[in-house]
Structures are given as structure tokens and as C-alpha cells.
């Protein structure tokens, strides 16, 4: 087995709160590639969060660990850079500020000081965020302010980009844009991300693989989907595509179906009475079609 | 199209502005307050000159108005008696050294009765002295038991049990201190002045402490593992982070102190017969001339009304430091 660039093993965690104990993760393994985007998907609570911010390090694992390009993370730091699910920028810092804050910090030996002015105009022109440098971020909108985020976490040249739904809680049209955008910024600079978000057609549309984890307690990895998909994608040629479709089939199937584990066996058990008196529909199809529409 | 579109804001700014210039839109504002305040001085009026004291009657506003006028008046002479015993002792000195150059002059300072307007200032710099020392000390501090739940824990024990002392019960201790401790050929301050701001330091410091560690303690989660993720080093983050992140509550704690700081002020004057306020208020109570009641209730009304503008000094500080424009301060 070859040495893979970023090498999460063994991964579990137990949390310790008041006294009681509650095991969120258990024996996580994933292995990533050089450039590669990875989704996470999952049940909410499921522990995608916990397994992100382990990659981070701002969770310590209580068994396994991760390795990236070989070294142990042990602390947070700037080659593993997150994106928060509610942007997180520093509210009394302008949106330059904000992005020159992590800059700063990571070039402040490497860069001059205008080498690193034009590498946060650079960043923020990334992300069409150049014309609101001297905004505060309370004076933008929410797709704006993911933006910034997503720019500061770029500068900071991180070796792999971990994004936590960064795109959740904007609406459909900000949320097709921006993956637009972080489709084509990750084509250009080759990244390797780790995106958790609980859009079944955006994991398929951004990744080469989709990581589908199980629920908690003891969550771990279900299932691994390849996208084969060719690159660069087009949202629209691809919502016909029966490639597309099929993949985006076998995530709600995983999601709905096989992994709600009582909820699989109450309709298996009506439907099997039910089989009894006529042919009907089978179960998985009929809960899959009606979850399909839903979160299409 | 863009010149409309760059002058039309600050049109209409300005006819705000020229609009709140007319009666009717600030008379309405008005009003309210100012029947307040004549209710009041009614009342006063109306329950003085009822009530008999041994100084003789409880003074009412026009009596309080005129000490008020007396106090401005006697701190001008004093001034002028000041300036003139200057001028004598120059005068005089200019003569001797006339007469014989090797003459050895003697320059004494003025020692007259400090006046009402001398003890404001005595206990605004008291109370300020105070106030800065003991911030320098409960802004760093409170920032470490935000900070770290060990420190916290260190020193909560120690807070919760001296937060609710009284000054005056630090009084004496802190004067024992001073005068064992403090005693240099040419004293840079008095002791009655140490006394008094180490007192008032030592109230001072709880509201900061303890709003600036709650301030630290709850800045956003996500803001923190940010600061994390970019292994800021203690010092930026504290800076960047921490500070600007906890100024609301700072800021509540500092308008709390200084207000705490004003009234243990007055208190410890008084009790002490440290220079200030409290020592013209006890003086005036000991003095027992039939208008020492009414200089008392210029006394009061001044505590008062410098306290709310101290008060005021510091919110308008708050709105230059705030971030957050937004924000309603009251
Ligand atoms: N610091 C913590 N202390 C105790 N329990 C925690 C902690 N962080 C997470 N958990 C628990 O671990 C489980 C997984 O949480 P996590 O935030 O990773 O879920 P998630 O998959 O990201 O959910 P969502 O999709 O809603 O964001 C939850 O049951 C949560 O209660
Ligand atoms: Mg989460």
C-alpha cells in the first residue's frame, strides 16, 4: 500500500461530557489523493463535523489519527484550512482585514509587504470580492461573506481545504454560483478538499469521490462513490445526464434507504405484509422516488 | 445620473439636519425631560419649607442657587488672594536680591483653604488615578480568566469574596499600608491621595474583572478555532481577536467601575478627611452655619452631575472604540 497525501486511520473519538460518555466516531479510514475532492455526506449529528475538525486538529482523535503527506497533525494550522458553516469572519475587521489577518500570519517571512497586498487582492479577485474590500463583513450579504471565507482560507495556500457545508445556508441560485466557482478555482490550483454538505447533487457535481457516512453513535464510513464524470463539469448538460442521475440515485439510495436503519425495517415490515395481500410497488423504490422528489 | 446619485445622500443628511433646527422638531424632544425637572423642583420646593432642621430650614432651589453662586464667588477671591501673595513675594524677593545680590530668597508656596471648585478637581483626578490603576490591572487580568478556565478557577474564589466588600471596611487598612509603606524625602503624591485612589482602585476593579472575563470567555466558538487554524500567535490573537471581540462587555464593566469608583469616592473623603468632595460635604456638616445644608445640596447635585457625565464620557468613548456602529448604547 503506497503512501497516500493526506491518511485518516482508525479515526474514533469519544466525547467526555459531564461524565458521560458518548462515542460519536469509530474506526474512520479514508485515504485521499494529491488534488482529489472528497464530499462527505451524511445524517445530521452523524459526526461529519467531528471528523473534519480532527483533520484540523481542533479535535484530538482518541484512537487512530491523521497523517498528512506522511506527518502526524497534532495542532490546527494553516495548511489544513476550514471554512465554517457561518463564514466566521472577524466582525470588526474589514473584509481586506480579515483575509490580510491569515495572510499576515502565513506569509509574514516569505512575502513583502506589497507581494502579500496583491496576494489578498488576488484572492479576494478569486472569489469576486474585490470590489467590497473595505467592507465590514456586517455590510455584505451571506453569500458575500462565504465568499471572504472561502478567499481567506485560499491565501492561506492550504495543503488540503476543508469546507463545513460552506454553501448551507445560502439560497439555490448564491449556492449554484458559488460552486461554480469553487469548481473552477479548484481546477486552476489543483486543491485538495474535504467538503462535508448535505446536497446530494452538489456532492455529485464537485467530487471525485462521495464518502457517505453511517449515523452516530459509532458513525462511521458506509460507503465510498466514485464520480467518474468528466472534468470540467457543466450543471445543466449534466442534469440530463444518465451518468449523472444514476450516481445521484445510489447517494439518496444510501441516505434513505439502507441507512435509516428503523426506518428501513418499519417499511419493510408493512410492506411485507402487505405483499402478502397484492403485488405492490416494492418498498425501497417507492421511499426512494418519494425522498428523490423531495430533495430534488 | 452618477452626480444625482453622489449628491442625493448628503441632501437629504442636510435637510435632516436643517430640519431638526426647526422648534418643532426638538421642542417635542424637550419637553418631556424638562417637566420632569419642574415637577421636581416644585416638589423640593414645596416639602423644603417644611421641614425644620437644627441648621435651620431645608434648603430649597433658590437657596441652593445661591450658595451655588456664593461657592463660584469665593473660589474666585481665594484665586485672587492667591495671585496676590505671589506677587508680594515677588516683589518682595526682587527687592532683597536689589539690595544684595548674595541674598538667599525664600519661595513658599501659597497654603490657603482649598475651595469647593479646588475639591472638585481633587476628587476627579483621585477618582481618575484610581480608576486607571485599577483597570491596568482588571482588563489584563480578567482577559487570562476568560482566556484559561485554570486561572479562572485560580482566582474566582478570591474575587467572589472581595467583590462584595465595602470600601470603607478597606479604608483603614489602606491607610495603615500607605503611611507604613509610602514614605519618600519628597513625595511625588499625598498620602491622603493615595489613600483615597487605592481605595476607590480596589472597588473599581470588580466590575472590569468580572465583565471582561465573561466578555473573553464567550467569544464565538467558530472565531476562536479560526484563529486556531491560523496558529495566530497569543499575542496577535489577543489583539486581533479577543479584545475588539469582548469591548462591548469591557466597556460595561468600565462604565460600572466608574460609577462604583465615583460613589466609594465620596465615601472614603468623608470618612477619612482625604482632600475632595467627601471632605467639603463633612467640613460643611461640622461647620453647621445655617447655610452649610444648602452648600451640602450643591455638593449632592455636583456629585450627581459629574457622575452622569463621567458616565457619558465613557459611552461616547464606547461609540469611537465600537465596532459596531449599529449597536444601540445606552
Ligand atoms: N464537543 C463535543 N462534545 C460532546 N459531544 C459532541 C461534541 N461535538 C460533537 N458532539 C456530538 O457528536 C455528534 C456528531 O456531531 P457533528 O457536529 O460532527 O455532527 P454533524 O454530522 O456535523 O451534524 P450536522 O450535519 O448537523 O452539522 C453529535 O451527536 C454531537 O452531539
Ligand atoms: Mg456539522
Known amino acids: 500500500m503506497s503512501i497516500k497525501y493526506l491518511d485518516i486511520t482508525g479515526v474514533g473519538i469519544e466525547f467526555d461530557t459531564n461524565g458521560k460518555k458518548y462515542r460519536a466516531l469509530q474506526n474512520v479510514n479514508l485515504k485521499l489523493d494529491k488534488g482529489e475532492f472528497v464530499s462527505l455526506i451524511g445524517h445530521s449529528g452523524c459526526g461529519k463535523s467531528t471528523v473534519l475538525n480532527i483533520v484540523a486538529g481542533l479535535h484530538q482523535a482518541t484512537e487512530g489519527g491523521v497523517a498528512l503527506e506522511g506527518k502526524e497533525v497534532l495542532d490546527p494550522g494553516p495548511d489544513r484550512a476550514v471554512v465554517f458553516q457561518n463564514h466566521s469572519l472577524m466582525p470588526w475587521l474589514s473584509v481586506y482585514d480579515n483575509v490580510a489577518l491569515a495572510v499576515d500570519q502565513v506569509f509574514r517571512k516569505t512575502k513583502s509587504r506589497a507581494e502579500r497586498r496583491q496576494w489578498i487582492e488576488h484572492n479576494l479577485q478569486l472569489v469576486n470580492m474585490e470590489h467590497a474590500m473595505d467592507k465590514l463583513p456586517g455590510e455584505i450579504s451571506g453569500g458575500m461573506q462565504q465568499r471572504v471565507g472561502i478567499a481567506r482560507c485560499l491565501a492561506m495556500e492550504p495543503k488540503v481545504l476543508l469546507l463545513d457545508e460552506p454553501f448551507g445556508a445560502l439560497d439555490a441560485l448564491t449556492r449554484a454560483q458559488l460552486q461554480d466557482s469553487l469548481m473552477s478555482i479548484q481546477t486552476a490550483l489543483g486543491n485538495t478538499v474535504i467538503m462535508i454538505t448535505h446536497d446530494v447533487d452538489e456532492a455529485v457535481l464537485l467530487s471525485d469521490r462521495i464518502v457517505m457516512m453511517t449515523n452516530g453513535p459509532a458513525a462511521t464510513i458506509g460507503d465510498i462513490l466514485e464520480v467518474n464524470l468528466p472534468r470540467p463539469r457543466d450543471r445543466l448538460e449534466l442534469a440530463e445526464d444518465a451518468g449523472f442521475v444514476h450516481l445521484r440515485q445510489q447517494v439518496l439510495e444510501f441516505l434513505y434507504a439502507k441507512h435509516d436503519k428503523h426506518e428501513s425495517q418499519a417499511v419493510q415490515s408493512v410492506a411485507d405484509s402487505c405483499a402478502q395481500l397484492s403485488a405492490i410497488p416494492g418498498p425501497e423504490k417507492s421511499v426512494l422516488s418519494s425522498s428523490g422528489t423531495q430533495a430534488a | ?330
Not at chain 2, 190 to 200: P, Y
Not at chain 2, 228 to 252: D, G, Q, Y
Not at chain 2, 287 to 306: D, E, F, H, K, T
Open chain 2, 1 to 330: 445620473m452618477t452626480d444625482t446619485a453622489v449628491t442625493l445622500p448628503s441632501q437629504q443628511r442636510f435637510a435632516q439636519m436643517a430640519a431638526f433646527l426647526r422648534p418643532s422638531q426638538w421642542v417635542p424632544l424637550l419637553l418631556v425631560p424638562c417637566l420632569g425637572i419642574i415637577v421636581f423642583i416644585l416638589f423640593w420646593q414645596f416639602s423644603a419649607s417644611r421641614i425644620e432642621t437644627s441648621l435651620g430650614q431645608f434648603p430649597g432651589p433658590v437657596q441652593v442657587w445661591e450658595q451655588l453662586q456664593n461657592l463660584g464667588a469665593e473660589h474666585f477671591r481665594e484665586r485672587d488672594k492667591e495671585v496676590a501673595f505671589y506677587q508680594r513675594q515677588e516683589k518682595r524677593n526682587a527687592e532683597k536680591l536689589s539690595a544684595d545680590p548674595q541674598a538667599a530668597v525664600k519661595l513658599r508656596n501659597y497654603t490657603g483653604k482649598p475651595t469647593f471648585i479646588d475639591q472638585i478637581f481633587t476628587s476627579l483626578v483621585t477618582v481618575a488615578a484610581g480608576f486607571v490603576l485599577a483597570n491596568m490591572i482588571a482588563i489584563p487580568l480578567g482577559v487570562l480568566c476568560g482566556l484559561s478556565t485554570g486561572v479562572y478557577k485560580a482566582f474566582n474564589p478570591i474575587i467572589q469574596i472581595f467583590k462584595p466588600v465595602s470600601p470603607l471596611a478597606w479604608l483603614p487598612l489602606v491607610t495603615m499600608v500607605v503611611s507604613a509603606t509610602y514614605s519618600v524625602e519628597d513625595p511625588l503624591f499625598q498620602k491622603a491621595f493615595l489613600n483615597s485612589a487605592i481605595t476607590v482602585a480596589l472597588c473599581c476593579l470588580w466590575p472590569t474583572l468580572i465583565n471582561t472575563t465573561v466578555g473573553v470567555a464567550s467569544i464565538d466558538k467558530d472565531l476562536v478555532n479560526v484563529s486556531r487554524v491560523m496558529a495566530l500567535s497569543p499575542l496577535v490573537h489577543v489583539r486581533k481577536i479577543v479584545l475588539p471581540a469582548a469591548i462591548p462587555m469591557i466597556f460595561t464593566g468600565l462604565r460600572l467601575s466608574l460609577a462604583t469608583g465615583w460613589m466609594v469616592l465620596i465615601a472614603a473623603e468623608m470618612l477619612a478627611q482625604n482632600p475632595g468632595l467627601g471632605k467639603f460635604v463633612w467640613d460643611e456638616f461640622q461647620n453647621g452655619s445655617s447655610n452649610s445644608l444648602g452648600r451640602i445640596m450643591v455638593a449632592v447635585l455636583v456629585i450627581g452631575v459629574i457622575g452622569f457625565m463621567l458616565d457619558k464620557m465613557m459611552l461616547t468613548l464606547q461609540k469611537r472604540v465600537s465596532w459596531d456602529k449599529q449597536a444601540v448604547l445606552r
